[in-house]
Structures are given as structure tokens and as C-alpha cells.
């Protein structure tokens, strides 16, 4: 997320870096990327893509809606990449996980459609 770079930034800078995140995927809004997986991250080539708040909703939308999967913002990150065109050209697959998501913010989230 945009407003979660904690990986996203320690990839770019070879080293994990700390960061003030503030995302709605707050399932990835750690303060540094850990030594462990910057270190699995960098030995397979992982690159990074940011997306917005807003596509972090819309994919929430989409997977509840369409899909009628119940996730958590951070579970629908890789389709709101997925979605704006930001995961590359090829093949993509993509794991949806975690359903910590309390009623009061799925709600405020689907309204904003």
C-alpha cells in the first residue's frame, strides 16, 4: 500500500528501513520489514508495487460483490495491484487471505461504492 511501504522500501534501499504506515491494510502496516523476509524477498527477485487506498477498496468491493469472498484490507492488496494494472504482463496468481475485518469497516467500505 501507498501508505504502508515498509517492504516496498526496504526493497528499493537493499536494507529494512522504518516507515510511519497509515493504510486500511493494516494487517501490512508494520514498521520495518522483517530481516527474514527482506532476506527471501531479495534471494527470489521479488519486486514491488504500490497501490492506493482506493484501489485497496475497490478490490474489497470486487472480492466481497463478485467473488463473495470476506477478507480483510490487507488480504485484497495483490488484487487491487491485479486490478489497475499494476502486477505485469503474464500469468498472475494471487492468494486472498484473512478475514480480520470488523463489521463496522467492511460496512463503510462496501457504502463507498
Not at 29 to 40: E, H, I, N, Q
Not at 42 to 65: K, M, N
Not at 99 to 113: F, H, K, P, Y
Request: glycine fraction near 12%.
Amino acid at each position: 500500500p501507498e501508505r504502508s511501504t515498509a517492504v516496498h522500501d526496504a526493497l528499493a534501499a537493499g536494507r529494512s528501513v522504518p516507515v510511519t504506515p497509515d493504510s486500511i491494510a493494516d494487517g501490512l502496516s508494520g514498521p520495518f520489514a522483517g530481516k527474514t523476509a527482506l532476506a527471501v524477498l531479495q534471494a527470489h527477485g521479488v519486486e514491488s508495487v504500490l497501490v492506493t487506498e482506493d484501489e485497496i477498496e475497490e478490490a474489497f468491493r470486487f472480492l466481497y460483490l463478485r467473488a463473495k469472498l470476506a477478507c480483510e484490507p490487507a488480504g485484497a492488496v495483490a488484487v487491487a495491484a491485479v486490478l489497475a494494472g499494476k502486477a505485469g504482463a503474464g500469468p498472475v496468481g494471487v492468494v486472498v487471505s484473512g478475514g480480520n475485518v470488523g463489521a463496522e469497516t467492511a460496512s463503510a467500505i462496501l457504502a463507498r461504492r
